[in-house]
């Protein structure tokens, strides 16, 4: 099994977008996904038309291998299950740093239901945590999109600086660029300083800014179920192809 975080420590660039998608998109590579839905707003469940869990009373069943599996839900796809969110997730920082050796907890949670699924993707919601650490630990790769600005450049960077001042493997980081548009030069011009600056750590994967995206809202469904030639389904499928790649 293997574990694949979609995180930022920004909001609104795409990351929810990027988990549904690459989850739906490992689905159809033939793997048996989970999709943990960790962010309380609960869009990933959302947009899989999947109810928050009334089973989840506090942060405690993470580590209750029967709770935490009776709170997973089928979805409309085969061999894609949902974890979906809950507003108790709020406290979950709390509760982990609380704990003794909690930064590997998460890990050992997961693994525990490893024999159920090929790739378990994690929605994370955008902050540094003790839930992120516990995250960025138990991660096989981490996801992390990256609209080609100045500001979401300098908090990538922020991102990898913080695996540097805690000695986590920067090797984990996989950026792409998010909500790209090729006619600002703003973008293009970001987009070569950053491929310039972090190489391999960069997919060369650039998800364009398209109504395709934001009417997943709308039909509660990833791109590829309603426009599948467009430009965007296109994206998430090379994006796939690349985390495929890197996870061997």
Do not use: W
């Amino acid at each position: 099994m293997k574990i694949l975080a979609c995180y930022s420590n920004k909001g609104g660039v795409g990351k929810t977008a990027a988990a549904v998608n690459v989850a739906y998109g490992l689905r159809r590579a033939g793997k048996r996904v989970l999709l943990c839905d960790l962010d309380p707003q609960g869009a990933s469940s959302f947009y899989f038309r999947v109810k928050p869990s009334k089973k989840l009373k506090d942060a405690r069943f993470f580590f209750d291998v029967a709770r935490f599996t009776r709170a997973i839900r089928g979805s409309d796809f085969e061999d894609l299950d949902i974890l979906p969110a809950n507003m108790t997730f709020r406290n979950f920082d709390v509760f982990l740093s609380r704990m003794k050796n909690s930064r590997s907890r998460l890990q050992k949670a997961l693994k525990k239901v490893g024999n159920e699924y090929d790739v378990v993707v994690l929605d994370c919601p955008p902050n540094i945590s003790s839930l992120s650490e516990n995250v960025f630990k138990a991660s096989d790769a981490i996801l992390v999109p990256i609209i080609p600005t100045t500001l979401s450049e300098r908090t990538f960077e922020q991102l990898i600086e913080f695996f540097d001042e805690h000695d986590l493997p920067k090797k984990k980081i996989l950026g792409f660029f998010s909500m790209a548009q090729a006619s600002k030069k703003l973008h293009v011009g970001t987009i070569d300083k950053m491929k310039a600056d972090h190489g391999k750590r960069l997919l060369d994967v650039a998800v364009p800014f398209a109504t395709d995206v934001e009417k997943m809202g709308v039909h509660r469904a990833p791109v590829a179920t309603f426009a599948g030639s467009r430009p965007a389904a296109a994206a998430y499928d090379a994006l796939c192809r690349d985390v495929l790649e890197r996870l061997g």
